[in-house]
Structures are given as structure tokens and as C-alpha cells.
């Protein structure tokens, strides 16, 4: 079935150190999306992929969609204690038209 | 603008009773979505809508789970009889327009079934 894997399930980094989670689905993407969910709270929409090899920036976050589009990631630069959190994908099949999220990479920071 | 609105925060309640979980999505989404999220099974989508009609419900667990939306701003999750393992953060989330747009979630229920 379709399915988004997620690795790491956890990071836990030193302040100024950077994160890096990947997202890979055995079958094409038509779309990847990525959520940020702090701890108690709940997802909050980053950002979307579209295009095979797309780069997308946010400030220190960086978002790539693979060339295949059948993985992603993020990667975050010089962390800071407000990047704590769960961040997640979801990937979009053309198939169904639902989004599966993978399980997520929990990120703490340590001062 | 007041977004995904969920009700209640938080239940606990005892296994065999009842429970019932309320959705309002962002006014004019046309999308809504129920996910259940646990330490074990992560996010997992229950059931979802589009313009107020089930899509797929193949992510709900069994019979005692059932959801309805009456109207565009409404929804609800029902669990009856509810047991120890549906305790669970459940989610609800809206969405406007397609496919490709992101999706709003509300603050989720905290349910603890005892």
C-alpha cells in the first residue's frame, strides 16, 4: 500500500547544530507537503513540493523534493530552541487523493 | 480569522460509554478530515470529506467508530462503546479548494477512555 517512511524517529542536536530528516515513498509522489508540530500542539503546514528536484527556503529551513519525487527532505541550519518539535511529511498520491503522513522526526534542542 | 474549532479538549471517560468528538472547519473549506494520533500508529487518517460527503472512510478502525457531517460547518466523530485503546489525540482538519492545498487542523481532543 502507499506509505511514506520517515527517518530519523528522533534528533536530539546542540544549539547551532543542524538537522537533516528524510521522507522516502516506494511509489511517485504527486505532491509533498511538511508539518510542524510542537510538542501539545498540533500540525501546523511548512511548506509544498511540486516539482521533480524542487528547492524550496525558508529562512534556515530547506526543503527538497527528489528528482524522482519519491523522496524529500528538510533541513534545518544552525537549529534554535524554538525549532523543537515533530516535523512531519505527507505525501500526496495521485491514486486516492489522500495524504499519508509519515511518522514523524521529534526534534529537541538542547541550549 | 478563527480556525479549525474543536470540542472538547479533553474527555475522559469510562470504556462502554459514548463519546463524541465536534469539528467546525475554517468557514468556506470544503474538505474536512478526522486523524487520530497515538505514540504507537502516529497520524492516522480516519475518515474524510468533500463537500460534506464521505471520500474514504477505510482508516476507521471498526463499527464502533462513525462520523458524520450534516453540514458544510459541522462535523462529528462518535465512538460507541469506547475502549481503553481509543485513547488518542484526535485531529480534525479542513482544507479549501484541491488537492494540493494544505490542510488546517484544529487544536485535537485529548480523549483518555479508563
Known amino acids: 500500500g502507499q506509505q511514506v517512511m520517515q527517518i530519523p524517529q528522533y534528533q536530539h542536536v546542540q544549539e547551532g547544530e543542524d538537522f537533516t530528516t528524510y521522507c522516502n515513498s516506494s511509489t511517485t509522489l504527486s505532491n509533498i507537503q511538511w508539518y510542524k508540530q510542537r510538542p501539545g500542539g498540533h500540525p501546523v503546514f511548512l511548506i509544498q513540493l511540486v516539482k521533480s528536484g524542487e528547492v524550496k527556503k525558508q529562512k534556515r529551513l530547506t526543503f527538497q523534493f527528489g528528482e524522482a519525487k519519491k523522496n524529500s527532505s528538510l533541513h534545518i541550519t544552525a537549529t534554535q530552541t524554538t525549532d523543537v518539535g515533530t516535523y512531519f511529511c505527507?505525501?500526496?498520491?495521485?491514486?486516492?487523493?489522500?495524504?499519508?503522513f509519515g511518522q514523524g522526526t521529534e526534534l529537541s534542542v538542547k541550549p | 480569522d478563527a480556525g479549525v474549532i474543536q470540542s472538547p479538549r479533553h474527555e475522559v471517560t469510562e470504556m462502554g460509554q459514548e463519546v463524541t468528538l465536534r469539528c467546525k472547519p475554517i468557514s468556506g473549506h470544503n474538505s474536512l478530515f478526522w486523524y487520530r494520533q497515538t505514540m504507537m500508529r502516529g497520524l492516522e487518517l480516519l475518515i474524510y470529506f468533500n463537500n460534506n460527503v464521505p471520500i474514504d472512510d477505510s482508516g476507521m478502525p471498526e463499527d464502533r467508530f462513525s462520523a458524520k457531517m450534516p453540514n458544510a460547518s459541522f462535523s462529528t466523530l462518535k465512538i460507541q462503546p469506547s475502549e481503553p485503546r481509543d485513547s488518542a489525540v484526535y485531529f480534525c482538519?479542513?482544507?479549501?479548494?484541491?488537492?494540493?492545498?494544505?490542510?488546517?487542523f484544529g487544536d485535537g481532543t485529548r480523549l483518555s477512555i479508563l
Open positions: 482538519a479542513s482544507r479549501l479548494g484541491d488537492l494540493n492545498q494544505p490542510q488546517h
Open positions: 505527507a505525501g500526496l498520491y495521485n491514486q486516492g487523493g489522500k495524504l499519508i
